[in-house]
């Protein structure tokens, strides 16, 4: 103990105020929960006796403000002394009043009023060797009606009378809470089940509330709870290590409650949003994995179906080339000497197999351009279209076709897949022309930041917008009926320009004509 008229201490200052509030804390907590019950039907009298311990509670928090306000330059014991027998009276006035109380109070209050009086007792008893101090405190507004709140809550605190007010300040609000003794436990209790946040005490013996902290930082399980620390006013250094070490926020004791559940709230609703972005992140990854897992299957597969249909043709080729032959050659030797309709049906037989022929040949040149060797070079655009020409020539002039063009630049491409689909735009141009039209085709270009751009238009009989999407699948006919094809020309036009590195789309006008776009980029992509 400190000699006569010797300053304190600070540290053993911190350390009293700490004791003599806790207390006073109690009797406010409880005073207040209680006046809080009876405002909706208690009985006038004892109302008022409470709200005297709860103004007397005050006065005395004004006090100690006064007499041992951490801002004063020194306290000494006689400081001391006055101030204990300052607090004698109220505090006795408070003991009185409890007692009084409990006599004719109903029995379901009769506990909390006992905690008052063992409280005011503890506090007098402290007087009576020591004092400290303690600051005033914001005056306590009553609760209204609140939307019920929910939650699983963790508190931490030594001492069990602030767990008991806190847990049924919390539970008043709608909130569950389990209360713990010390930092070790709260860890584990942690580790073990859910909780929304934990309202941590600072000053606790064994591991303190900046421990916990520490320790709940450094855990993954733990991390993400938030945290809302409760201490005393004079704690503040502790209480910015904590927001420091991750806190997300902090309440002074005597509790206001609705400071408690304004930021229990807040937290809660961020805490809310954290899950909801995370959930949402974790969905967004699942989906995309998903789609990466399609897309490489469905990859995987259309290489599969490709490499048989390609196998499929080559070895269809043969027997069907047999077939035509001595088809042709039965026509050939029996001409005459068969009936009409014996000419009609070998007629059929020999359509039937030129339109197979050219069914496995769309679909050779459909494999080729998905999966064989594509030879990227620069090469002459204007040349391969040439080529494409010429190989249309018959029908170019068996319609009266013609083809117009740019000056083609040179690019880089496969010089037989680039004239592949010149031939089969062009050749499209000419085989869905309008009747007594004669086609009129022109290719022309334009010079794009990192490529080319081609156009091959024609005055067709165009597409119907409704059908433009899906004219690049395999199979795909709109006009097919008295017209040759088989539906692969397109889908190998796509599949020559995606392995270009470029992008094909049309643009049409039913009765008007249609042109298809193509892109080639200068860079041509990594095989
Ligand atoms: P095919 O010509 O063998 O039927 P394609 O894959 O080349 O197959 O074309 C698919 C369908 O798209 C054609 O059946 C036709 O209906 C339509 N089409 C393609 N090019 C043109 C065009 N230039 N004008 C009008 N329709 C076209």
Redesign the pocket.
Same mark, same amino acid.
């Given at each position: 103990m400190s000699a006569p008229d010797s300053p304190y201490p600070t540290s053993v200052l911190a350390t009293l105020r700490h004791d003599l509030r806790t207390p006073l804390n109690h009797i406010m907590g409880y005073s207040e929960m209680l006046l809080e019950d009876l405002e909706r039907s208690g009985p006038g009298e004892i109302r008022s006796g409470l709200e005297s311990i709860r103004s007397t509670a005050r006065q005395l928090l004004a006090l100690i403000q006064n007499a041992l306000s951490p801002g004063r330059p020194s306290i000494t014991d006689s400081d001391v002394r006055a101030l204990r027998r300052a607090l004698a009276k109220p505090l006795n006035r408070i003991i009185r009043d409890a007692s009084a109380l409990v006599q004719h109070s109903p029995d379901s209050l009769v506990p909390d009023l006992l905690k008052i009086g063992q409280a005011a007792i503890a506090l007098l008893s402290l007087t009576e060797e020591t004092v400290a101090s303690q600051p005033a405190r914001i005056p306590t507004p009553v609760l209204g009606d609140r939307p019920a709140a929910t939650g699983h809550l963790l508190i931490v605190d030594d001492n069990e009378m602030n767990r008991d007010v806190l847990a049924r300040q919390l539970q008043r609000q709608g909130f569950t809470s389990k209360s713990i003794e010390d930092g070790e436990t709260a860890l584990r209790e942690l580790r073990q089940h859910r909780y929304d946040l934990v309202l941590l005490d600072v000053m606790m013996p064994g591991l303190d509330g900046s421990q916990v902290l520490e320790r709940m930082k450094s855990d993954d399980s733990t991390r993400e709870i938030p945290v809302l620390m409760v201490s005393a006013l004079d704690e503040l250094d502790s209480v910015v290590r904590c927001i420091q070490i991750g806190a997300d926020d902090y309440l002074f004791k005597p509790f206001d409650p609705i400071l408690l559940r304004a930021r229990i709230d807040s937290l809660l609703e961020r805490k809310r949003l954290r899950d909801l972005e995370k959930r949402r992140t974790e969905e967004l990854e699942a989906t995309v994995a998903q789609l990466q897992t399609v897309e490489r299957e469905l990859r995987e597969s259309n290489q599969e179906l490709e490499r048989f249909a390609g196998a499929v043709s080559h070895d269809l080729q043969e027997p069907l080339r047999t077939i035509t032959s001595y088809i042709q050659l039965l026509q050939r030797q029996l001409q005459g000497r068969l009936d009409e309709r014996a000419e009609e049906f070998i007629g059929y037989a020999v359509d039937a197999a030129r339109r197979m022929t050219?069914l496995i040949d %769309?679909l050779l040149d459909y494999a080729h351009a998905s999966s064989g060797k594509h030879q990227a070079a620069a090469i002459d655009a204007g040349k391969a279209l040439r080529e494409a020409v010429d190989n249309l020539g018959a029908a170019i002039t068996e319609s009266g076709a013609t083809v117009q063009h740019d000056q083609l630049p040179t690019i880089v491409a496969d010089p037989v897949q680039l004239a592949r689909l010149f031939q089969?735009?062009v @050749?499209?141009?000419i085989?869905?022309r309008r009747a007594d039209v004669a086609p009129a085709i022109r290719v022309s270009t334009e010079r794009q930041p990192d490529g080319w751009l081609f156009a091959?238009r024609?005055n @067709?009989? %165009?597409?119907e917008q409704k059908?433009l999407p899906r004219?690049?699948g395999?199979f795909?006919?709109?006009?097919?009926q008295n017209?040759?094809?088989? %539906?692969?020309?397109?889908?190998?036009?796509q599949r020559i320009v995606e392995r270009m590195g470029g992008r094909i789309w049309?643009e049409?006008e039913p009765g008007v @004509?249609?042109t298809?776009y193509f892109t080639v980029p200068d860079q041509a992509p990594v095989a």
């Amino acid at each position: 103990m400190s000699a006569p008229d010797s300053p304190y201490p600070t540290s053993v200052l911190a350390t009293l105020r700490h004791d003599l509030r806790t207390p006073l804390n109690h009797i406010m907590g409880y005073s207040e929960m209680l006046l809080e019950d009876l405002e909706r039907s208690g009985p006038g009298e004892i109302r008022s006796g409470l709200e005297s311990i709860r103004s007397t509670a005050r006065q005395l928090l004004a006090l100690i403000q006064n007499a041992l306000s951490p801002g004063r330059p020194s306290i000494t014991d006689s400081d001391v002394r006055a101030l204990r027998r300052a607090l004698a009276k109220p505090l006795n006035r408070i003991i009185r009043d409890a007692s009084a109380l409990v006599q004719h109070s109903p029995d379901s209050l009769v506990p909390d009023l006992l905690k008052i009086g063992q409280a005011a007792i503890a506090l007098l008893s402290l007087t009576e060797e020591t004092v400290a101090s303690q600051p005033a405190r914001i005056p306590t507004p009553v609760l209204g009606d609140r939307p019920a709140a929910t939650g699983h809550l963790l508190i931490v605190d030594d001492n069990e009378m602030n767990r008991d007010v806190l847990a049924r300040q919390l539970q008043r609000q709608g909130f569950t809470s389990k209360s713990i003794e010390d930092g070790e436990t709260a860890l584990r209790e942690l580790r073990q089940h859910r909780y929304d946040l934990v309202l941590l005490d600072v000053m606790m013996p064994g591991l303190d509330g900046s421990q916990v902290l520490e320790r709940m930082k450094s855990d993954d399980s733990t991390r993400e709870i938030p945290v809302l620390m409760v201490s005393a006013l004079d704690e503040l250094d502790s209480v910015v290590r904590c927001i420091q070490i991750g806190a997300d926020d902090y309440l002074f004791k005597p509790f206001d409650p609705i400071l408690l559940r304004a930021r229990i709230d807040s937290l809660l609703e961020r805490k809310r949003l954290r899950d909801l972005e995370k959930r949402r992140t974790e969905e967004l990854e699942a989906t995309v994995a998903q789609l990466q897992t399609v897309e490489r299957e469905l990859r995987e597969s259309n290489q599969e179906l490709e490499r048989f249909a390609g196998a499929v043709s080559h070895d269809l080729q043969e027997p069907l080339r047999t077939i035509t032959s001595y088809i042709q050659l039965l026509q050939r030797q029996l001409q005459g000497r068969l009936d009409e309709r014996a000419e009609e049906f070998i007629g059929y037989a020999v359509d039937a197999a030129r339109r197979m022929t050219n069914l496995i040949d %769309g679909l050779l040149d459909y494999a080729h351009a998905s999966s064989g060797k594509h030879q990227a070079a620069a090469i002459d655009a204007g040349k391969a279209l040439r080529e494409a020409v010429d190989n249309l020539g018959a029908a170019i002039t068996e319609s009266g076709a013609t083809v117009q063009h740019d000056q083609l630049p040179t690019i880089v491409a496969d010089p037989v897949q680039l004239a592949r689909l010149f031939q089969n735009l062009v @050749g499209n141009a000419i085989k869905y022309r309008r009747a007594d039209v004669a086609p009129a085709i022109r290719v022309s270009t334009e010079r794009q930041p990192d490529g080319w751009l081609f156009a091959v238009r024609d005055n @067709g009989i %165009g597409i119907e917008q409704k059908y433009l999407p899906r004219i690049f699948g395999l199979f795909q006919r709109l006009h097919g009926q008295n017209r040759a094809g088989a %539906g692969v020309g397109l889908a190998t036009c796509q599949r020559i320009v995606e392995r270009m590195g470029g992008r094909i789309w049309p643009e049409s006008e039913p009765g008007v @004509g249609s042109t298809f776009y193509f892109t080639v980029p200068d860079q041509a992509p990594v095989a």
